[in-house]
């Protein structure tokens, strides 16, 4: 009979030898906790435990690539994590500091089955997290994720022999190499290279130098204070410091990492900000172009032109919305053969022939330059400006607990989906349908809708919002959408707002 981990709490004798984790860090995809505040080190190596018998349990291989992103306690982390790996038998292969992409080219390049790579993503310092993976290149999703909290939380890792060490070299170098190929931009291109002083300091200029491109440094030094901001392309600070450096130094765009390097945000040379699903419907045409009757899989938060948009209709183009989440939009791809997936946060999953399938911003980087190296003659505003035009509001986050969160988003969807179906209206416009595969995604009989979801990594309801029509509709639509989530009063500020 299994017994749960016993009550641990910081700065006592027990914190330094028993673990200690708060259940609430399993996430839907991926686990993030406060350091040393809801983990410990005996509990980062409870988790390596559970993980490696999570391992031998489903008949992995048990060898496993390991990474860690440049945070002044991650390796202490990763350490702990690989302790218990070898605890479980597992033979680690420690790649060293990465971004978490390297980490799953890992997967591929020492051809092993498992990765653990130690992040906080784009979490302020304070955090900590892994995002782990079986089956490449797809990383864990809610089935494995319940599997492996219960393995931890009842204390059921086993023990077994074979455990070994091993520090691999190299594989930063061979993950530049395959990224930049024998590519070289045939016309000049001057970018802002963004990296917040995060991890991808260590890789995005030294691969925008390889292809050619002229670039200007925003915050490339590596400082794991993060003195600036917190590195994260989906938050407005850094996508006004990478305008504000557009329009000061005259480049032709800036293009941004987060802090574990998987996610890309585009400012084009007007200082626009381009959020993310608006750049994947530009990407969607040029590559369309290359392998028309391509389907692109885009996440609920995303634009709806992935559907409407006419030039990727003629091009035959099949749109799939789905599940928001890195391990949703990764297995969806697969599962359905689709040539891309594109996540409003800033994750995209480039497939085959175009990439592995698994979220790499340094990749999208690269893809972004090669599309403008397809369109000479266009600037990056160009691009935008020939979509049809919508008004979409940032990704707002409001307060809601971890604890509660999810009984909270229940009774929102079912306060919405008894709004449609009592034909209320939404911004005085008829409410065509509610979505529910992620959430509630309130579609208007405009193709207009607003969303809201229960965020998978912070205490935090999603709320996003989009019209086909003008600025107004959009600030219409999250007034009605907002005056719904304020009836719960476990809802608390937004993050930022519009």
């Known amino acids: 009979m299994t017994k749960p981990l016993p009550e641990v709490t910081p700065n006592t004798w027990s914190f330094l030898r ?3 984790i708060k259940p609430t860090g399993f996430r839907e995809y991926d686990a993030r906790w406060k350091y040393p505040e809801e983990i410990n080190l005996p509990g980062m190596t409870a988790l390596g435990l559970g993980l490696g018998t999570q391992m031998r ?11 860690n992103d440049y945070r002044d306690y991650s390796l202490a982390i990763k350490n702990a994590l690989i302790l218990g790996l070898m605890q479980a038998g597992i033979q680690v292969k420690d790649i ?3 971004v978490s992409p390297m980490a799953y080219f ?16 784009h979490n302020p310092n304070g955090w900590t997290g892994v995002k782990m993976g079986f089956d490449r290149p797809l990383t864990h999703g809610p089935d494995e994720m319940t599997e492996l909290r219960d393995i931890v939380l009842n204390d059921e890792g086993l023990t077994n022999e074979g455990g070994s060490y091993e520090f691999v070299e190299g594989v930063k170098e061979a993950y530049i190499d395959d990224l930049v190929g024998e590519f070289k931009m045939s016309r000049p291109l ?15 200029p030294e691969i925008f130098e390889r292809i050619g491109v002229e670039i200007v440094p925003s915050h490339n030094r590596l400082d794991y204070t993060f003195p600036n901001y917190n590195p994260n392309p989906e938050a407005m600070e850094m996508l006004h410091d990478m305008a504000a450096t557009v329009k000061s130094s005259g480049a032709d765009m800036a293009l941004g990492f987060d802090g574990d390097g998987d996610r890309c945000g585009v400012v084009d040379d007007e200082g626009e900000e381009i959020f993310a699903d608006k750049v994947g419907v530009i990407m969607a045409r040029d590559l369309a172009k290359l392998h028309p009757g391509s ?6 938060k995303s634009t709806g032109l992935f559907a409407s948009d006419p030039e990727l209709q003629a091009l035959g183009v099949k749109a799939d919305y789905w599940k928001t989440g890195h391990s949703h939009m990764k297995r969806r791809v697969k599962e359905i053969g689709a040539l891309a997936g594109f996540e409003k946060s800033g994750h995209y999953f480039l497939a085959e022939p175009i990439g592995r399938g698994y979220d790499c911003g340094m990749r999208v980087a690269v893809e972004i330059c090669k599309l403008m190296d397809r369109n000479p003659e266009k600037s990056m505003s160009d691009l935008r400006k020939a979509l049809p035009k919508t008004w979409s509001t940032p990704t707002m986050s409001p307060y809601a607990a971890d604890t509660e969160k999810y009984d909270i988003l229940q009774r929102l969807v079912d306060k919405l989906v008894a709004k449609g179906d009592a034909g209320e209206t939404l911004a005085g416009r008829a409410i065509k349908e509610v979505v529910t595969v992620n959430g509630a995604r ?20 999603v709320v996003v919002c989009e019209s086909s029509e003008s600025e107004a509709e959009m600030r219409a639509i999250f007034a009605d959408i907002d005056a719904v989530i304020r009836t719960e009063p476990g809802v608390g500020d937004y993050d930022q707002t519009i």
């Open 18 to 20: 028993d673990a200690m």
């Open 57 to 67: 349990k489903r008949g992995i291989e048990p060898v496993i690539a390991v990474g």
């Open 96 to 98: 060293g500091p990465a």
């Open 106 to 121: 890992a997967q591929f390049h020492l051809d092993v089955p498992a990765v653990a790579m130690v992040t906080a993503s």
């Open 190 to 204: 001057k970018v802002v290279c963004a990296t917040g002083n995060g991890t991808a300091s260590a890789f995005a």
């Open 295 to 300: 389907t692109f899989v885009a996440d609920v």
């Open 442 to 461: 309130v579609i208007l009989d405009n193709g207009s809708w607003g969303l809201v979801r229960a965020s998978s990594n912070t205490p935090n309801l």
